[in-house]
């Protein structure tokens, strides 16, 4: 990968590529009538291949229910999504399942680590039902923990674990790689380790790549950030430099 995808027609240049995400006019409510709560009011969005996108927002502006529906572990209530020629909204629960093992790696805020497992077993475990994995090996040391192949989660800090879960969601070489607030967990300084091991899986692997964050210093990394505030999204920025996570701070 090189620098990142043509972002040429966001500036008025040649037309990039297609999108391989795209949603249009989607909706996720909650209950009805008065009581209803609006997560999502017509959302339209496009992300390109190989990108590396932040979803920013405060508590509650949708940005977990549209990462959820991006990588097929929710469903709208109305609208589109679509990944490349995978139609999303439609897909019955088989094909979602699909979609998530064949394409999606996932990253959470709470790193879900199996105790008993060593490290490298942990990583291991989702090479198994993967298509084209690298091995575990090279996953964990994309996330520069090379040297703790051998240990188990409870030895390790909360910074070093979070890494473990970036290496296991990308052994799979994902197209995708969809995080949920993963640095919410972790002070400023280990938080930085954890969005390297993210950008260098985007680089490297060249998985198109949404983190999800209400921290404002970690849209600096970002090729293009999409500002959410109840529901919608209400602003897209481009970054003219993005900015490596060591010269972020928060
Ligand atoms: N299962 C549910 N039932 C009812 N309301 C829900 C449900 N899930 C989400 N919501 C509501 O939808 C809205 C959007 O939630 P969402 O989790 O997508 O926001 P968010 O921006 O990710 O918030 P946070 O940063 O706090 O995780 C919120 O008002 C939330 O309370």
Redesign the pocket.
């Known amino acids: 990968m090189g620098e990142g995808p043509d972002t040429g027609a966001r500036h008025g240049g040649p037309a990039p590529s297609p999108p391989v995400f795209v949603a249009r006019k989607l909706c996720k409510s909650?209950?009805t009538g008065e009581a209803a709560?609006y997560?999502l009011r017509d959302v339209d969005l496009d992300i390109y291949s190989g990108e590396f996108v932040v979803l920013l927002?405060?508590?509650?502006?949708?940005?977990?229910?549209?990462l959820n529906i991006l990588g097929g572990l929710d469903a709208p209530t109305s609208g589109q999504a679509t990944w490349r020629d995978h139609e999303l909204t439609g897909s019955t629960e088989a094909q979602l399942t699909a979609y998530r093992r064949d394409h999606v790696g996932f990253v959470f805020q709470f790193y879900n680590l199996i105790p008993s497992l060593t490290v490298r077993e942990n990583v291991q475990l989702v090479a198994e039902i993967a298509r084209e994995p690298m091995a575990p090996e090279e996953a964990l040391s994309l996330v520069g923990l090379s040297h703790r192949l051998d240990h188990f989660p409870s030895q390790l800090s909360g910074g070093e674990q979070q890494r473990v879960a970036v290496a296991r969601a990308i052994v799979k070489r994902p197209d995708a790689l969809l995080c949920d607030?993963p640095t919410g967990a972790l002070d400023a300084e280990t938080g930085k380790l954890v969005l390297a091991a993210i950008a260098r899986a985007n680089r490297e692997v060249g998985s198109t790549t949404v983190v999800?964050t209400?921290n404002t210093a970690i849209a600096g990394m970002a090729h293009r950030v999409l500002r959410?505030s109840g529901?919608r999204i209400v602003g897209i920025d481009v970054n003219p430099r993005r900015m490596a996570p060591e010269e972020l701070s928060w």
């Open positions: 909650y209950g709560v997560a927002g405060p508590s509650g502006s949708g940005k977990s229910t549209l607030e999800i209400h959410l529901g």
